[in-house]
């Protein structure tokens, strides 16, 4: 499956997805794993997620959650939820309704958490 196929039936999905990936694309190089439920950005493991919650749950949800696994619970970004995956893993949840949803303190967690993989699997 294509990252197209993918948003499929999911416009305004699709046009927050190209904001995520434009943030992304600026960081390095990075792979995409499109599954049925998410779609996984790798840079050798991965380091961020993005899925539909319109697919999983009824009524008004965001057009799209970025999902960010830390070693810790971050306080920085206001999160939808955070919880705690394994003794030292946490995955944060972050709507995005409208591109500004990306802001610039999300970016740099992003890119934080790009360069602490990369550095990792180097």
Do not use: C
């Amino acid at each position: 499956m294509t990252a197209e196929q993918f948003f499929t039936n999911f416009p305004r999905s699709l046009d927050l997805y190209t904001s995520v990936e434009n943030a992304i694309i600026a960081l390095g190089p990075y792979s995409v794993k499109v599954t049925k439920s998410q779609i996984a950005f790798l840079a050798d493991k991965p380091f961020a997620y993005v899925w539909i919650p319109g697919r999983y749950q009824k009524g008004n949800t965001a057009p799209l959650v970025l999902s960010l696994p830390l070693s810790y619970r971050d306080e920085t970004v206001v999160w939808k939820e955070v919880y705690q995956v394994r003794k030292s893993a946490y995955m944060h949840h972050k709507e995005l309704w409208t591109a500004e949803d990306l802001d610039q303190k999300l970016i740099d967690l992003l890119a934080h958490i790009y360069q602490e993989v990369r550095s990792k699997h180097a």
